[in-house]
C-alpha cells in the first residue's frame, strides 16, 4: 500500500505518556484556582478524560462554570506537561528518529491540549512536521477529541492527500480513523502489552521503524 502522508498520535507513539499522577495533580490544583473547594477522587479521575455532560454535572457540584473550570484544568495539564519536557521527564521514543526516511508529508493529531503540542514540538528534537492539531481548551475541544475523526479530518484536508496512514496506540485512534475510512497502524510499546482493541488495525507495529515496511 502506497501511503501519500503519514498521521501520528503523540503520547504514547512520538513521545513518552505523561505520568498519571503528574495529571491528577494538575486537576486538583485546577480546583482551588477556580475555588471551587476539595474534589474527590472520583471527580479528579473524572476529568482526566470527561465527556461535557460529566463535566457539567461536576462543575454544578461546586457552583462553577463549567468553561471555568475546564480552562482551569486544560492550563495546569499544559503547565505540567511542560514541567515534565524541561526536565525531560517526558521525551521522545528513541526510534522517531525512523521518521526522517519518511518522503511523503507528515502531521501529528493528538487527544492533548494544542499548545501542549506545540511546547513538545518546541522543546523535543522531532523531524519538523508540516501539520500538528491537539485539541482546543474548550468545550468544543472535548466535543471533537478522537474517537471523533474531527481534528484528523482537518489535518488530512490541510496535507491535501487522499490516502494517509494514521499512526496510534489506542482503540480511539483506530477508531478515528475507521470512520474517516482510511488505514490504521497501531504500535503496541510496552505500556500496551495486553491492550486489547475491540476493531482490528490494518497494521500493527511494535516500533516506528515497522512504518518504513508499509510503504
Known sequence: MEYDAFVFDNDGVLTTPTDRDVLLEAIHGAFADVGAGEPTNAEIETLLGPDVASLRRIAD???????????????????????????????PYEDVSALESLEAPTAIVSNNQHET???????????????????????????????????????????????????????????AADALGIDSAFIRRDHRHGYELPTEPTHEIESLEGITSLY
Open 117 to 175: 503540542i506545540g511546547n513538545i514540538l518546541e522543546h523535543c528534537s522531532l523531524t519538523p512536521f508540516d501539520v500538528w492539531y491537539g485539541r482546543e481548551p474548550t468545550l468544543e475541544g472535548i466535543e471533537r477529541k478522537k474517537p471523533e475523526p474531527y481534528y484528523l479530518e482537518q489535518a488530512i484536508t490541510d496535507l491535501g492527500v487522499e490516502n494517509p496512514l494514521y499512526v496510534g496506540d489506542s482503540r480511539v485512534d483506530v477508531a
Open 61 to 91: 457540584e461546586y457552583n462553577v462554570e463549567p468553561s471555568t473550570l475546564w480552562e482551569a484544568r486544560e492550563r495546569a495539564a499544559i503547565e505540567a506537561q511542560l514541567e515534565e519536557l524541561r526536565t525531560g521527564r517526558k521525551c
